[in-house]
């Protein structure tokens, strides 16, 4: 029993690795092609991983690049979903003028300023290099943003 414990001890840094928040398809396939071995995400088991001996430090070390761009990309991800959430719950208030007919936005200069701030915050973004995976996204926010912005 404690063989087999002690062999376990050995997979514990492969299998701490793997567990980055942010891994995604398109980074198991960048492992399996840095290592030259097929790794189909939707067929991935610890069995496999250990027959391929990803635990080795040289394997590892790939491993622990590509989970770092993935942390990378996650941070990016939840980012923009973040201010998608902000712009999607902004709340436009209109009033209408004594006429009756006309209405207005009120509270209009904080919105601007709300909408500008967002603005600046999708400019960093395109400076980020983790951005090339989630740029549609952007250019999304990015165009709602303009046309309330302008």
Same mark, same amino acid.
């Given at each position: 029993?404690?063989?087999?414990?002690?062999?376990?001890?050995?997979?514990?840094?492969?299998?701490?690795?793997?567990?980055?928040?942010?891994?995604?398809?398109?980074?198991?396939?960048?492992?399996?092609?840095?290592?030259?071995?097929?790794?189909?995400?939707?067929?991935?088991?610890?069995?496999?991983?250990?027959?391929?001996?990803?635990?080795?430090?040289?394997?590892?070390?790939?491993?622990?690049?590509?989970?770092?761009?993935?942390?990378?990309?996650?941070?990016?991800?939840? =980012?923009?979903?973040?201010?998608?959430?902000?712009?999607?719950? $902004?709340? #436009? @208030?209109?009033?209408? +003028?004594?006429? /009756? %007919? =006309?209405?207005?936005?009120?509270?209009?200069?904080?919105?601007? $300023?709300? #909408? @500008?701030?967002?603005? +600046?915050?999708? /400019? %960093?973004?395109?400076?980020?290099?983790?951005?090339?995976?989630?740029?549609?996204?952007?250019?999304?926010?990015?165009?709602?943003?303009?046309?309330?912005?302008?």
């Amino acid at each position: 029993m404690i063989d087999i414990l002690n062999q376990l001890k050995n997979y514990f840094p492969m299998i701490r690795t793997l567990r980055t928040k942010g891994l995604v398809d398109r980074h198991w396939k960048m492992v399996g092609q840095a290592l030259n071995i097929n790794l189909e995400p939707s067929k991935v088991h610890l069995h496999k991983l250990i027959m391929h001996r990803l635990y080795e430090p040289d394997s590892l070390k790939i491993i622990k690049k590509v989970c770092e761009v993935a942390t990378k990309e996650y941070v990016v991800m939840q =980012t923009l979903n973040q201010l998608e959430r902000e712009i999607k719950g $902004s709340e #436009f @208030e209109f009033e209408f +003028l004594p006429d /009756g %007919v =006309t209405s207005i936005i009120i509270h209009l200069p904080e919105l601007i $300023s709300m #909408f @500008e701030d967002f603005y +600046l915050r999708i /400019g %960093v973004l395109k400076t980020n290099p983790s951005i090339r995976n989630f740029v549609d996204k952007l250019i999304e926010l990015e165009k709602i943003i303009k046309s309330v912005v302008d």
